[in-house]
């Protein structure tokens, strides 16, 4: 099974029980004031929020999960990994703390804990531990309109579709998340735009970590061509060095000889 | 006082400050010493300290590379400072990084935990090892007047293949810090973000590492008071022109094939930013370097250094953040306290350079076969130790007293330390959380404030007036402004009005459905009139006992979120709009779309 959460915005009534759900699955107290933060209303201490649009519109945010996830991709050390069930998962002992998948993430979900002095990366795990346990993430469960529901990826897709095809006018004729940058395991299903998740209108179907992989596979034979190149160019020249100092000592070896001998006479 | 000692007390001043901000940084957090936000996870500090610090290191290898494997023996003289600034260059990256990462003592992770596909454990993986071949080649240095000549040998031995070795992990690793920002197509505006990263930054390592080898050798034969390799640097900056058109023809020729040429004459500010970063970082260099009198002079070759310097150092910073603004909108400018540190950490690379300089022979003896015996002394000495004047014809020191030095540079060190903690802010004192303090401002006209508590522009307006008369007039101060709880200027909201985080003043809607009958009771409460905007009845109707003690405990009492925010509003809306005739001013649309 590939665990994937599908959001219909139409269903959702903005009542937040999933955000209160997650915080008490997870622990995660209560929210200071941060600085300049997204709007989107998540941080260290909320992995899902509630945004809120005009005509009572409720978008709920949270980690997308991608299949090929830009923030695994980037982490120097493997603390994200994206685990076969369909999680995204960080593991705080890897970690050193970089913030390259904050910057990475196209979507900008992890947060970061500025405020403490042994800071980690916060964001969404799709409550993993609870998926090892056969049980479905909390928020999923908490909420009471069956707006934000858990499957597996394929029958979600599936359900989306099938809603759609029952309602053409209700909705924009689309699963979000289906092939956005490669596709994501949380998808949505709305009326209105939401491209105001990522950082762009539109983030393309290409999933970002080719886009790098492009420039890194060049790696190897870089590395060992320049090595090559420099080690052929130093014998070359080094050669050539040594060959015009022989060549300039037996000359002056002939010269000298042709002195002697002239002396001789 | 000498040139260089006026130098090593300012950069003793800094490092100072930047001491006291280091200890801040560490006992308190990112949060407390950075401006770096959600919006804004990497700022100066890898944008100029890193990004830009790795490029400026780049001398090192282009000059090891011309000396040992082009054989272009002229450029040895300056070979062995360059290796040293690369070194010290490094070391200040790595110190930079563990400022910036926040798990500093994690740094050793890519060691053991391996992600090929991510380009940062590769630069990670190219600067540790490169740090290491030239600490290797810049050891020579340290070893050869030693006794341990047989290390000196070994090392010296090693020469080709740590050379050969450094230019494959320099190529390997500049590209790479490219490769970085190829993955952010989204945050980066198209003018700066290009899928061939790599290469321009390679190609643009390449010609700052020239530009700043020109750049230290002049200043240091300045401040040293020597005579300037000129003739030197003459075929550095000769050969520095085709690496600055090639960047210019690499970077424009990029635009075109991706498309966005036109995108710079938009005229917005990305692309003024963009017209004077490419003018400063390859059009100007390129045409002064063409110019054979820029080339010869000093005057010619520091303006043009200099430049060329500032010119791919913005490009670095433009590539790893301001070039992001547009999408992020972020509005973070480095902290005092960041500033200070960038300063710092160079400040002790150069104090460490001047170290060195002075005590080890970096300048390298040309042969020991070429320079006859008897002229051996003491002019060598002068020139293989950048030390100040000495006048061998009265043997008078034209330097500083040793004391003299120690106490100045002890004292601007001091000095700098207290001010820099004087000027910490509060959190980064007290730490992040318990420094929290709400934004208060003054609502225009009344006795009303505006509270941001949240940050997030939600302002709750809070009427002060009112407070102070029902807390007791002047007696009451105190139940808010007090000056017993620690890190506490005034009292939060929530400690008097305790429900104020529900909706309206407390009540319980499933204990009255259950008493008053379930369903069938709604009625009791709720009218059938649904275009009243009270759509139930005033809990007075039925607890007529409720509120007959209120002028006595109104403290008590105080409303809930929701009643207070009305009325603080309601009041005052209704009246105007009976003055001034305007309906809508009462209306609950009008504040609530």
Known sequence: MKAAILTDVTKCIGCEECVAACKKTNSLGDDLPVCDAPDDGLSATRWTSVIRKPKKHYVRKQCRHCLNPACVSVCPVGALQKTSIGAVTYDSTKCIGCRYCMMACPYGVPRYDWGKSVPYVRKCILCYDRLIAGKQPACTEACPAEATIFGDRGALLAEGKRRIQAAPKKYIPMVFGEFEIGGTSVLYLSDIKLDFLGWQKDLGAEPLPELTWNAINKVPSMFFGVGLLMSGVYWVIDRRIKLQKVRMESHEKANSEVQDDDKGC | MTRVAKVKTVLWFFTGMATVVAIARFMRGLGATTA????????????????????????????????????????????????????????????????????????????????????????????????????????????????????????????????????????????????????????????????????????????????????????????????????????????????????????????????????????????????????????????????????????????????????????????????????????????????????????????????????????????????????????????????????????????????????????????????????????????????VVTPVYKALGGDTLKINGNRNNNIVVFNHAKHEKDTGEKKGCIKCHHISKPNDENTPCFECHSDMFQKSSIFNHTYHQKKLKGNASCKECHKNDELKINVSRPCYDCHKEMFAELPAAVYALASAYKDAMHGNCIPCHKDESLKKGKKELAICSTCHP
Request: glycine content about 6%.
């Open chain 2, 36 to 435: 770096l936000s959600d919006r804004t996870p990497w700022g100066l500090w890898i944008g100029f300290d890193v990004v830009s610090g790795v490029a400026l290191a780049a001398g090192g290898f282009i000059l090891a590379g011309a000396v040992y494997i082009f054989h272009l023996e002229k450029y040895r003289p300056i070979l062995r400072p360059a290796i040293l600034t690369a070194f010290l260059g490094y070391g200040a990256v790595i110190v930079g990084l563990m400022f910036d990462i926040g798990l500093p003592w994690n740094i050793w992770h890519p060691l053991i935990y391996w992600q090929h596909h991510s380009a940062l454990f590769e630069v990670a993986w190219c600067v540790m090892l490169y740090f290491t071949v030239l600490a290797l080649e810049f050891s020579q240095v340290l070893f050869e007047k030693s006794r341990f000549q047989r290390i000196y040998r070994l090392l010296k031995s090693l020469t080709i293949p740590l050379v050969i070795a450094g230019i494959m992990l320099s190529t390997l690793h500049q590209s790479s810090l490219g490769t970085l920002f190829i993955i952010m197509p989204h945050r980066i505006h198209p003018l700066f973000f290009s899928p061939n990263q790599y290469v321009l930054f390679f190609v643009s390592a390449v010609a700052l590492g020239m530009m700043m080898v020109t750049l230290e050798s002049n200043i240091s034969s300045y401040l040293y008071e020597h005579k300037p390799q000129t003739n030197i640097l003459k075929g550095l900056c000769s050969a520095a022109r085709y690496v600055f058109l090639l960047y210019l023809v690499l970077k424009v020729g990029d635009l075109a094939v991706r498309g966005v040429l036109p995108k710079i004459f938009e005229f917005s500010w990305q692309s003024y930013l963009f017209m004077f970063e490419l003018a400063l970082s390859a059009v100007i260099p390129a045409v002064l370097l063409f110019i054979p009198s820029v080339r010869s002079t000093i005057k010619g070759q520091l303006w043009c250094a200099s430049l060329a310097v500032a010119g791919i150092i913005l490009n670095r910073i433009n590539v790893s953040g301001l070039s992001m603004i547009g999408t992020t909108r972020t509005d973070y400018f480095p902290s005092w306290t960041e500033l200070t540190i960038s300063i710092g950490i160079v400040s002790a690379a150069a104090l460490a350079f001047f170290f060195i300089m002075e005590n080890f022979p970096v300048h390298e003896e040309k042969d020991d076969k070429e320079i006859a015996g008897d002229e051996k002394g003491e002019e060598l000495e002068v020139v293989r130790f950048a030390l100040p004047p000495f006048d061998h014809s009265t043997e008078v020191w034209l330097g500083d007293f040793p004391a003299d030095a120690r106490r100045r540079y002890s004292g601007a060190f001091i000095i700098a330390a207290v001010l820099a903690f004087t000027l910490l802010p509060k959190s980064a004192i007290h730490g992040m959380q318990s420094a």
